[in-house]
């Protein structure tokens, strides 16, 4: 939620307009910038998304002379997406600009205390309390970073800031706290940022901030310590993702390139290390097994959760954010907690496994970002290899997710005994088919493009399955209403007669994922009582399956495969029906409304 950036580099200000934009997929409500500039600090801020501010402001007229600055994307949390609530913040004075990622706590309380000592505020935001603690501290003498260490101190919940103070012009003073802040050094300057792509360009060394840690950054590089002021040694961080990953390459969006990168994204996620998998797997032995995520994240549990019963492991898939809730009153210093999440900082997640820690469970991390704070909690951890996912909707972070899940689950089952060694061969190998077969259905996507035409004034939709495609058809329709803003819900196709079937009328649009797997017979039963109402079917099948488009209107063809590849497979055509219908309504499916890429708040 919320994306920071900060440069200190010859001609700052277009530096800045580009690292800002490369975060914009963690919120995209508001934007604003804070430049030093003859020794005075000029903000400029709007609502809105970077390409309308620049648009709008005349930022060439800015001194190319500027060399330090900071910026922010905002995704609102406390205080509505406007110009009043996007930051930078500002002190009373005017003299010191602030930028936060995080949610504050007791933000409320230590207003009131900030009011009733004269400081007027001009935001409805937590993060405006910053501003005013740093103020302060810098009135009674100690310096920017004295008075971030001492704000922070004083402050509750998460907190990635950047700092700027007309009286230390040089400088850009950051803390970080749960949320993440990532330094860089390149050839022509020094930069921090929430996230590696916008430092990419720019930044040959990279540098995760330690929890708790203040930077301080000057041209000729950074110092870090600790709140108390000791120096800390920086640990630097090995990115081999290269421009072109964070670029969109050619293609109209982030979410179609995306799209497109996951026969490769998914080889290199077959790619992990056996050892890796193996010393991950051994965490699940004799265990009870839960999987937790959110979103996306939270399907690739539900489809695991699924095919670890079937190997013989007791399974289950909890939504992080009602983690506690559910296991309320439960010991769980007997189970392994599977923690899924692309970003690997998502709020609900973390609470799930700090929660599920304090009780005593093992933690085994599945993420995208290997310097991920949910890395970081876990006894052990996978990371997929998926490189870095923009689009908001997640897509071959998702393909890459199941197939991590599926190599250690099988891994899992070797072990245990309830595998043997054949047919753990054999899974391997059909595993290795998965980016040829993956290819082969983008290579179709034109037939998706007609079908979505066709879709694409439609109002709800279904989408159902059974067995391990309960979860596609979930992700499925999570695709759908997410970026296309048609209500979309998925569920298990033999649940449909229990309700749902209720709003079926003629025309009504249900998607069904039915591939020849074990309940295509009984989800053949399921497409017959949704056409007697009129539906209209839509089926995700396997290729030559005649009986099944003889009572499709529609129908888009996977390979053939065996039952645990086709929620990898089957997701493909249902992600393309998803963007080709949001683009067909109109719409931008990189930035959809309300949404954020990394949801870091709970
Ligand atoms: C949907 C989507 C979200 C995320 C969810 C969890 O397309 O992207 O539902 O899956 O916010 O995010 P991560 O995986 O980063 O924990």
Redesign the pocket.
């Known amino acids: 939620m919320c994306g920071i950036f900060g440069c200190i580099c010859e001609a700052a200000v277009p530096v800045l307009v580009d690292g800002l934009r490369r975060l914009e997929y963690r919120g995209y409500d508001s934007v604003g910038f804070a430049f030093i500039s003859e020794g005075r600090i000029i903000v400029m801020k709007d609502k809105g998304s970077i390409d309308d501010f620049v648009r709008r402001v005349d930022l060439d007229s800015l001194d190319s002379r500027i060399e330090v600055g900071i910026g922010h994307t905002r995704w609102a949390t406390h205080g509505a997406p406007c110009k009043e609530n996007a930051h930078p913040h500002l002190d009373c004075t005017g003299s010191i600009a602030i930028v936060h990622n995080g949610v504050l706590e007791n933000f409320l309380e230590l207003r009131a205390g900030l009011q009733a000592r004269g400081h007027a505020f001009s935001s409805n935001t937590d993060s405006e309390v910053i501003a005013h603690l740093v103020e302060e501290g810098v009135r009674s003498g100690i310096g920017l970073k004295g008075a971030l260490a001492s704000a922070s101190s004083q402050t509750r919940g998460s907190m990635a800031v950047a700092a700027l103070s007309s009286a230390e012009p040089d400088r850009i003073v950051c803390f970080r706290r749960e949320s993440p802040l990532i330094l860089g050094i390149g050839p022509k300057g020094v930069y921090c940022a929430s996230d590696i792509p916008a430092l990419v360009k720019y930044a040959t060394r990279f540098f995760l901030m330690p929890e708790g840690s203040l930077a301080t950054l000057t041209r000729g590089g950074f110092t870090l310590e600790s709140a108390s002021g000791e120096q800390i040694d920086p640990c630097a961080v090995g990115v081999d993702w290269d421009l072109a990953a964070v670029d969109r390459g050619g293609y109209a969006h982030f979410m179609l390139k995306e799209i497109h990168e996951q026969p490769l994204a998914v080889s290199n996620t077959l790619r992990i290390s056996a050892e890796y998998v193996a010393r991950a797997a051994s965490l699940l032995l004799g265990k009870r097994i839960l999987l937790t ?5 939270y399907h690739a549990c539900l489809c695991a959760s699924y095919l670890l019963n079937s190997l013989g492991f007791d399974a289950r898939a909890i939504i992080s954010s009602e983690f506690e809730e559910h296991l309320k009153g439960q010991p769980l210093g007997e189970a392994v907690v599977v923690g899924v ?3 690997g ?2 709020a609900d ?1 973390l609470g799930a496994i700090r929660h599920a820690k304090r009780l005593g469970a093992r933690v085994l991390g599945i993420t995208n970002t290997l310097s991920s704070s949910i890395t970081s909690l876990s006894d052990a951890y996978l990371c997929t290899q998926g490189g870095p996912e923009i689009g ?3 897509t071959k ?1 998702f393909l890459t997710q199941l197939v991590a899940l599926e190599m250690l689950s099988f891994r899992a089952a070797l072990a245990s005994g309830s595998l043997s060694r054949a047919d753990y061969e054999g899974v391997v190998s059909e595993m290795a088919s998965l980016p040829a077969k993956i290819s082969s259905i983008l290579g179709r996507l034109d037939r998706l493009r007609e079908i979505a035409l066709k879709y694409a004034d439609r109002r709800d939709a279904y989408f159902l399955g059974r067995g391990m495609n309960v979860a596609t058809a979930m992700e499925g329709a ?2 759908l209403k ?1 970026i296309s803003y048609i209500h979309a819900e998925g569920y298990p196709a033999g649940e449909s007669k229990h309700g749902p079937i209720s709003l079926v009328e003629p025309g009504f649009l249900c998607v069904f994922v039915a591939p020849k797997d074990s309940s295509r017979q009984r989800i053949i039963g399921n497409v017959m009582e949704m056409k007697a109402r009129g539906a209209e079917i839509f089926s995700v099948l396997t290729e030559g399956d005649g009986e099944l488009v003889e009572v499709s209107d529609e129908h888009f063809e996977v390979p053939e495969s065996p039952e645990y590849l086709y929620p990898v497979l089957c997701t493909v055509p249902l992600q393309a029906l998803a963007y080709y219908v949001a683009t067909y309504r109109g719409l931008d499916p990189d930035r959809p409304r309300n949404l954020a890429k ?2 870091t708040v709970l």
């Open positions: 995520g959110s979103g996306t994240s999440s692309q970003s900082e998502t997640t908001v909707a997640a972070s999570l695709k997410e990394s949801v």
